[in-house]
């Protein structure tokens, strides 16, 4: 308990370097669930009726959810838990020294400032992908991180494939396009503390993905807003579900039939929040450019070739830790 009382969010007030000002605040005013967020059903038998649903989610919300997607939801549920003893468990003093760490990076609320206000996170960060290769520097406590987080991952990475292989046929994109656009997965958990006052604080702020696509569990507390015709709306919480999102990749081999749309996250008073992104990324060395297959006079180009490690220094994608993440090989 004692232990507890220390932790940076253990406090009566929002401190005034986690305010953000008054248009980037979530504020008071309720948000709605947004009920139009497809939850597509992937265990049914109608691949072309799936396809479908994924392609128009795709193109008018840029965010859905799959449900029947084959991960049992104890691995899901196990992988959470584990993220929250990790986050618990942390002492604020071993989040202090993160820099001396190989293979993964912490980032709690003191570094991660963005517009000059801080976060009101945790947040931890590794490779994914190829397993055996990145797992052995994974964090070691909780002493089953390693077992539960691995299975989760490979869970995951059969699932993303699925999807994207199911949108390529959408597109008409030859099969296996993204056989070699998806082999970095990089996992993203965020811990948001319950904050005195969710209305001047944010989890994250308003971004895109900079993935081809991002899969996201988020339990059963919600805090996860989209924008959708320019007014923010909650998804759901929905169980054993994941959200997928298209990131900024897809949209430019989709040349802008996909959307990446912008999102946040929220806090909330009466309990913390933990969700697990994974982003499915290209690699570092590869071009992402419109597919050629969709192109024609009528269908020019509308986003230029780029190499991904190109589009990710520039935009400084995944945070100050960036360059860290692209070399970290
Ligand atoms: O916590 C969430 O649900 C959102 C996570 C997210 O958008 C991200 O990590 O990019
Ligand atoms: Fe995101």
Known sequence: MEKHNTKWFNIECVPHCFKFPQEERP????????????????????KNETIKQLLQAGQEFGFFQ???????ENVATQTLSTFEEFFNNMTDEEKVNVASRKGWIFTGSQEEVKNGVHLWRDNIKHRCHPLEKCMQSWPDKP???????????AEIRMLSLTILELICQGLGIESGYFNEQSEVQLLSANNYPACPDPSLTL?????LDPSLITIIYQGNVSGLQVLVDGKWMCVETVPNAFVVNIGNQ?????????????????????????????FVNPTPNSTVEPAKVLLNDSNPPLYKSILYKDFINASKGFGVHTDVIQNDS
Do not use: F, M, W
């Not at 002493?143 to 991952?153: D, I, L, M, N, P």
């Not at 989890?203 to 971004?207: A, D, P, T």
């Open 250 to 278: 897809l949209e430019i081999i989709s040349n802008g039939k996909l959307r990446s749309v912008e999102h946040r996250a929220v806090t909330n008073s009466k309990e913390a929040r933990t969700s697990i992104a994974i």
């Open 143 to 153: 002493a089953t991180y390693r077992e539960v987080v691995g299975r989760y991952v």
């Open 66 to 72: 799959v449900i029947n997607h084959g991960i049992p």
């Open 203 to 207: 989890g994250i702020l308003k971004h």
């Open 27 to 46: 504020g008071d005013a309720p948000i709605p669930i947004c009920n139009k967020i497809p939850v597509i059903d992937l265990g049914k038998s109608q």
